[in-house]
């Protein structure tokens, strides 16, 4: 049978470079018997996973068997397999992911003799969500951080509670776990567990990154936002990209515009307090195993 690895993000890990250096490198993969896919393909035509799994028609079997082309390992990257982190919305969010297990259970319940490993990328919580804050400005929603902060999960779930759902499907036989903040350390070795062995990839070096907002930016457009507040945030969100670019462009993240950060010093602490507790109890999963730089 194929062995089936799944890179699932999570966003705002680094996952488009690693992609990239994958997709860079696919001739090597197949080359070591490793069939790969990632958004590049999986989201041509308005399509996701689901479809390419098959997971409405409920044959990801042979589904799984037509990606792989023959090859011994199928590696599907593709951070949005676990939804999205955190919907814009009028209610609290109770969980952070609360949607991602469900394909990986759809394709287990439908196809339950396929084994899956589980590789995932987590990283410090009060850097996560204000990136999650800063891209969810550049996608149009133009809401302050404290509205934002206070309907997200941030202050009642975390990694273990997204980890622990993957853990109890059957399916899942192994879950990698590496931290966002050691990833330029740790490249070749998860390139080597998502793949299988140890194959000659030199990492690709970066070249503009994701790059947020900075404090002046995010004023720009919090302004804009007082003026024209809209009476529905997702009709007003596609009009209001171009202005979010633009007060990037404008006020770009450096020297003379300090990047954006909401956080006071003793949030700070906290989360990296609960970020390394929260990664010993992902340690302690049977099925875990954690990357170490």
């Not at 001739?27 to 070591?32: C, E, H, Q, S, T």
């Not at 955190?86 to 992911?97: C, I």
């Not at 297990?101 to 589980?118: D, E, I």
């Not at 633009?246 to 993240?253: C, D, G, I, L």
């Amino acid at each position: 049978m194929t062995e089936l690895v799944i890179h699932a993000g999570v966003h705002k890990t680094a996952t488009t470079h690693l992609q990239a250096m994958l997709r860079r490198f696919e001739g090597k993969l197949n080359d070591a018997g490793v069939s790969y896919l990632d958004p590049k393909q999986i989201r041509q035509n308005g399509q996701d996973i689901a479809d390419h799994l098959q997971l409405e028609t409920g044959d990801p079997a042979d589904a799984i068997a037509q990606l792989a082309q023959g090859r011994r390992r199928l590696l599907i990257s593709e951070e949005n397999i676990l939804r999205m982190p955190h919907q814009m919305s009028t209610k609290k969010a109770r969980q952070l992911y609360a949607r991602g297990h469900w394909h990986l259970r759809s394709l287990a319940f439908l196809n339950p003799s396929q084994k899956m490993t589980v590789a995932i990328s987590v990283r410090d919580y009060a850097s996560f969500f204000r990136s999650l804050y800063t891209q969810a400005l550049l996608g149009g929603f133009f809401t302050s951080f404290d509205e934002f902060i206070g309907l997200s999960s941030y202050d009642v779930c975390g990694w273990p509670d997204l980890i622990s759902r993957i853990h109890h499907l059957d399916a899942v036989e192994r879950i990698v776990v590496w931290r966002y903040e050691e990833y330029g350390d740790l490249t070749r070795h998860i390139v080597r567990e998502l793949v299988g062995v140890d194959i000659p990839i030199a990492p690709k070096k970066t070249g503009t990154p994701h790059v947020g907002l900075s404090a002046k930016a995010v004023d720009v457009l919090m302004a804009h936002q007082a003026k024209d507040p809209g009476e529905n945030r997702r009709k007003h969100k596609i009009p209001r990209r171009p202005i979010a670019e633009a007060a990037r462009q404008q006020f770009p993240t450096g020297q003379d515009y300090p990047k954006y950060d909401p956080w006071l010093p003793a949030e700070l602490r906290a989360s990296r307090q609960r970020y390394e507790a929260d990664m010993e109890t992902i340690a302690a999963m049977s099925k875990v195993e954690v990357l170490k730089a």
